[in-house]
Structure formats: C-alpha cells, structure tokens
C-alpha cells in the first residue's frame, strides 16, 4: 500500500515561511519525481515542484521558483517544501505527488493533501 502523507500546513501570516513535509512508504521512489501541486478553492491544481529521489533534478512553477524550494531526504523517505514570503494567494490545499514523469499532469501517486491559509 503506497502511502504519501504531508505535514506541516496551517495558518500563516503574509511574509510569513512554513516547511511542508512529505514522507512517502509503502514501495521504493528511486527514479521517481516527488511532486509538489496545490489547488486554490475554484482554481484548478497546478504544478508547484519537483525533485528527483535522488535529488539531482529540480522542477520549479516559474512563478514561484523565487519563494519556494523543493528538497528531499532520500534516506527519510521524506520530500519538502519550503515557502518563502507567503502571500494570501498562497493559500491552497498543497499535494505530495510522485510520478516518473516529472512533466504529467496526474501523477501515480497522490498524498491527501495539507490546507495551508495565508492570512492576517
């Protein structure tokens, strides 16, 4: 049973940082992208980032490569996301996903996703 859990989400001020976790279990990831997706209310979901497992490749959004970084610790099992400089349009359930294709729109494997608000 393949299981992506995500952690870390909450409420957050405008400017404000919050770290996304994503331990994934259940099958070996090696050749694997761990993706990163978020989807605002009424807004379709969208691409935020990806890593390679063994974490030589990084995707970004080109909106949002400035103020969010994706990193994993292959080891852990565990992918982040750091975010940077939140603002209220941030606010999104955030998805771990993994694919072998880092350029699918619907990855294999999806998380159930973490509620992140961005708000003062």
């Known amino acids: 049973q393949v299981r992506l859990v995500e952690t870390g989400g909450g409420l957050v001020q405008p400017g404000g940082s919050l770290k996304l976790s994503c331990t994934a279990s259940g099958r070996t990831f090696e050749g694997y992208f761990m993706g990163w997706f978020r989807q605002a209310p009424g807004k379709e979901r969208r691409f935020v980032g990806a890593i390679r497992w063994n974490g030589d490749t990084t995707n970004y959004a080109a909106s949002l490569k400035d103020r969010f970084t994706v990193s994993i610790d292959s080891a852990k099992n565990t992918v982040y996301l750091q975010m940077n400089s939140l603002k209220p349009d941030d606010t999104a359930v955030y998805y771990c996903?993994?694919?072998?294709?880092?350029?699918?729109?619907?990855?294999?494997?999806w998380g159930q996703g973490t509620q992140v608000t961005v708000s003062s």
């Open positions: 996903a993994a694919n072998t294709n880092v350029w699918a729109r619907e990855y294999e494997f």
